[in-house]
Structure formats: C-alpha cells, structure tokens
C-alpha cells in the first residue's frame, strides 16, 4: 500500500513540474556525441518529459456477433526523438572557419555542417523514471544511433551548389519562417546570416529538424518515420512537423559544450540582457555556451499521445493530436 502511495506522489509530481520554465546552464558534465546526449536527456527527464494523461481513446470490441465499446487511458509526454551535431569538420569554406573570438564575432555568414542521429535513450530508462506501467508511456520510436541526415552526403544542397532551397517562398520573402529575431529557417542551407555562432548553430539544428520530419524534401536524408521501433500495442498520435517557437512539434536541450536543465524552443529575445543568451552560463558567467571548436549538440525532444489498444480504433477525447498513426 504505501509504494502504491509513493508511486501516485511521483506521477503527480511529475504531473505539477513547470515543464517549461527558463532554461538554465548547468555544471552538469558534458560530453560530446551519443553519450552526451543520452546523459543530458537523463539528466533532463524530470524537466522534459512533462508526462500527463490527456484524454480517453474510444474503441470497439466485438466478440462473435456482439461488439460493445471499449476505452483507454490517452497519455501524453516528450520523448527525445534525435539528437543534433552541429561542426565545421569537412566544410572546406575557407575563412567562416576562423576561431579567432574577434573573428567569431564580426563574420556576417557563418557555415556549419550538421548531423541528425536516432537518439539512444532506451525505454527502460523513462518507464523507470516514471515507475509506471509501459501502457501509460509513450516510448522512442526513432532507430537509437541511426544518422537520418548527414550534410556531407547532402553537400550539393547544403552549401548551395544547388540552390533549390532559395526557391521556397519563405526564402524569397522576409519575416516568414523566423526563428524570432535569431534568423530564419529557409533557406535550409549551412550557410547563416548571423554574427553570433552559438545562434547560428541553434538555427542550423532548427534547420535540419525542419527537414527530417517531413516528407519528400529537395536533401539526401531518411524522414524520421520511414524506419520505427515497434509500437508494441499502443496507438501513436504524433506530433506535426517540426515548427519554429511551437512547443507542441519540439523542444530542444543543448548538450555540448554544457548540459541544459530544461528545454525550451529557440529564438529567446535578449535583446535587453545584460548577457545574451548564447554568453549567460553558469551563474550567469561570461561565454557560457559557446564551444571552442564551434562543435555544438542539442537533443530534440517530441510530444506524443498514445494509449492502449483495446479493439478497432473509433475516435479520441483531448489531447493535441486526434489523426493516429498509420
């Protein structure tokens, strides 16, 4: 009886966390690449997964010729569905590469390179965190260290060699698709106008998550759900496309070089700070975000709803999304 208690303070817990207050530096270690991730979106559980039940999935279950109607709990959290790495490493663009901090500070176009990998969070570690039964979870889908997006491999499109990205009407046309005042998100190209670099990374991230979860796009890449987990016998509702400033498509937790403790969408106005964004660390020290080899990763953590299967699919009630997964 009292762990029954103690589970039910921990969901509600859970339940009441302000999931999305300002986010803050940590002294969290960082570390780079999957393992950087996987620690920071562990470290990041209690402030991102913003687990709560939402609504009620309405089914049918017949049994011979009588069919009577059948309902499950319909839950909602964050999961993080990859993971971002944004570098300088094989770009061959000449003096945008500078680390110069004078330099670093008066280049106009920045160019990075980026990589979006299947993030390796395992659903062991949320259903444990949550101390709750799988069929009140929505667990990761994407494929854990699988590369969805790799510039490199998408060079001809990504450095403009084929410049397909600056026919898009957000491309033409100023103040569509803007990430605030940071930048925007078209063309989706390596190139940035921007003269700060940890912004510019941030808005290369947005950028490639932008391509991802659609469809169809002018890239060499694999959409995020063209290869799945298993979805065991849940009924996923996911999200729509990633959109920027919009919590209900993504929210992002920066990993490398420090570990947020909280995630947030991009495109924060400091404009009136005393220290800008990418410059307030730790206890509000100087140059708290940025890298010295301009190496920089974020997580990116999706909403989705699901609930338990229970017969043929008829409707659902509350929640964000209502069209199920194919």
């Not at 889908?141 to 001809?156: G, H």
């Not at 569509?176 to 063309?187: A, C, F, K, N, T």
Request: charged residues 25%; aromatic residues 14%.
């Amino acid at each position: 009886m009292k762990a029954r208690w103690l589970r039910r303070l921990l969901i509600m817990a859970v339940i009441l966390v302000p999931a999305f207050t300002v986010a803050r530096v940590t002294t969290y270690p960082a570390q780079r690449g999957a393992i950087g991730a996987l620690a920071a979106a562990d470290y990041g559980l209690k402030w991102c997964l913003n687990w709560k039940a939402v609504g009620v999935c309405i089914w049918l279950k017949c049994y011979g010729y009588v069919c009577s109607p059948k309902y499950s709990v319909k839950v909602r959290n964050y999961v993080p569905d990859i993971f971002t790495n944004v570098h300088t490493e094989a770009s061959g663009i000449g003096n945008t590469e500078d680390r110069g901090e004078t330099r670093r500070r008066r280049d106009q176009i920045i160019y990075r390179n980026a990589d979006v990998v299947g993030h390796p969070m395992s659903a062991a570690s949320i259903i444990g965190y949550l101390g709750i039964s799988s069929k009140y979870i929505c667990l990761p889908r994407t494929i854990p260290y699988f590369t969805y997006l790799d510039s490199i491999a998408d060079r001809q499109v990504w450095r403009s060699l084929v410049p397909i990205e600056s026919l898009y009407i957000p491309s033409l046309v100023p103040g569509l698709r803007e990430i605030g005042d940071w930048g925007s998100v078209y063309p989706r190209i390596g190139f940035v106008v921007q003269t700060d670099e940890v912004k510019a990374a941030a808005i290369v991230s947005q950028r490639v998550g932008d391509i991802v979860t659609r469809k169809w796009q002018p890239h060499v890449y694999i959409p995020l759900d063209t290869y799945k987990l298993s979805s065991g016998e849940m009924l996923y509702f996911p999200p729509k496309p990633l959109k920027e400033g919009d919590r209900k498509t993504g929210i992002w937790q920066q990993f490398w070089p420090v570990v947020d403790d909280k995630c947030y969408v991009f495109g924060v106005d400091d404009a009136y700070y005393k220290l800008s964004w990418s410059d307030k660390g730790y206890d509000n020290n100087a140059y708290g975000r940025r890298s010295d080899d301009g190496t920089y990763g974020w997580n990116l953590w999706r909403p989705y709803e699901c609930c338990k299967e229970k017969g043929i699919f008829l409707a659902s009630v509350g929640g964000w999304f209502h069209k199920p997964e194919k």
